[in-house]
């Protein structure tokens, strides 16, 4: 997975140092949608010594080749890891937690004459850990 990205990020000019593959790592392993802040904020506590700039650049290269999904949550930019294939998300507003969907089954009706290219489809509410909180179904 790795070797393919780092083909990738060749590409875009952007070379996969020991600090931004330890960055990639950290990101890729996560299931919650983070601000660039969060992200630094991670690294740092794993021991990354990496610049908020640098966290800023490689989510714009990432986002770029498709890697990364900005998501907008509070008027704040979140950003999510994504595999290639065709996916949409369902996003926690609670915790930020994202899981991929890839079942697609969405049929909309476009305007005469409209040819779509493409398609994205994110959902949002509250995932079931945050239910079974907030309602105590297992007290
Ligand atoms: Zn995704
Ligand atoms: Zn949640
Ligand atoms: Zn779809």
Do not use: W
């Not at 790795?2 to 890729?28: D, P, V, W």
């Not at 990432?62 to 949409?88: E, M, R």
């Amino acid at each position: 997975m790795i070797t393919n990205i780092r083909s990738l990020l060749h590409e875009q000019n952007y070379r996969l140092t020991q600090e931004r593959k330890a960055l990639l790592g950290l990101f890729s392993h996560a299931n919650k949608a983070r601000t660039p802040i969060q992200l630094h904020q991670a690294a740092l506590g794993a021991g990354v010594g990496i610049g908020l700039t640098t966290v800023y650049r490689m989510l714009e290269v990432l986002t770029k080749i498709g890697l990364v999904s900005p998501f907008l949550l509070d008027g704040a930019v979140y950003y999510t890891y994504c595999t290639h294939s065709h996916h949409h998300h369902f996003i926690c507003l609670d915790c930020h937690r994202v899981n991929d969907l890839f079942d697609c089954q969405q049929e909309l009706s476009t305007p005469d004459g409209c040819v779509v290219e493409y398609h994205k489809l994110d959902l949002f509410g509250t995932c079931a850990t945050f239910t079974r909180e907030r309602f105590g179904e297992f007290n």
